[in-house]
């Protein structure tokens, strides 16, 4: 089974560099999810889309930015990175109907592991 | 979820020996419960779940109890064997449309 696509899988930036992350969710999953896991952290909620709209906002930075496309795919735009950036990036996807029907667990993707030097 | 700093809580079982993982949670109105595992380098991957409704659930060689009286989750894993060697993240939700909220992971090593 297909299962959610994220890319580049690994990335090294400098500071004050930009970086784009790309997640490809799971074919009709409508819904995206992004997430930050520092070594040996649990992961923290950044943000969220569902049909192209913002749906949630967690501990995002305003240096990042984030949109969801009409083929449902995402991307994290960030700017002006810092060494603090440095972590695993987690895409995450679901559909509106699954969770209606209860289902509410997200599928998770492999991760960005993004490095700031 | 809380973060713990660099060093994630550990948790040393024999192969074979039956694990317990435990979980607490803070917002009395999380509804769905899920338990993640998480190998190095990769992506959480689903475990099991549970709604608030229910205080057990079963899966192949897991189950899941939920106490909402003081807000704890636990996971156990019976016949623990290596390969569930891995960090065990419990998640929250309090709603269909609300985010997953992660609570501090727990490492299990399983020794031969």
């Known amino acids: 089974a297909a299962g959610v696509i994220q890319s580049p899988r690994h990335l090294i930036k400098e500071k004050r560099e930009t970086a784009t992350l790309k997640c490809y969710p799971i074919?009709?999953?409508?819904?995206v999810y992004w997430y930050q896991q520092g070594p040996g952290q649990d992961p923290q909620f950044l943000i969220s889309?569902?049909?192209?709209?913002?749906?949630d906002k967690g501990s995002i930075p305003d240096r990042f930015s984030a949109q969801q496309f009409s083929d449902y795919h995402s991307e994290l735009n960030m700017s002006s990175l810092e060494l603090g950036d440095s972590a695993l990036y987690f895409c995450?996807?679901?559909?509106?109907?699954?969770?209606?029907?209860?289902?509410?667990?997200?599928?998770f993707g492999s991760g960005t592991q993004l490095s700031v030097l | 979820g809380e973060s713990v700093g660099l060093h994630l809580p550990t948790l040393s079982v024999q192969e074979g020996d039956n694990s317990i993982i435990n979980c607490a949670y803070s917002?009395?109105?999380?509804?769905?419960f899920i338990w993640y595992k998480q190998e190095s380098g990769k992506g959480p991957q689903f475990i099991i779940d549970?709604?608030?409704?229910?205080d057990k659930r079963q899966g192949q060689r897991v189950t899941v109890l939920l106490n909402k009286t003081v807000k704890h989750l636990s996971l156990q894993i019976a016949a623990t064997q290596p390969g569930d060697s891995a960090v065990y993240f419990c998640?929250?939700?309090?709603?269909?449309?609300?985010?997953?909220?992660f609570g501090k992971g727990i490492t299990l090593s399983v020794r031969p």
């Open positions: 917002n009395s109105a999380s509804d769905y």
């Open positions: 889309f569902y049909e192209k709209m913002q749906s």
């Open positions: 995450a996807s679901s559909s509106v109907r699954d969770r209606t029907l209860g289902n509410e667990k997200l599928f």
């Open positions: 998640a929250d939700t309090t709603g269909a449309n609300s985010k997953l909220t």
């Open positions: 549970i709604r608030s409704n229910m």
């Open positions: 074919p009709r999953h409508d819904t």
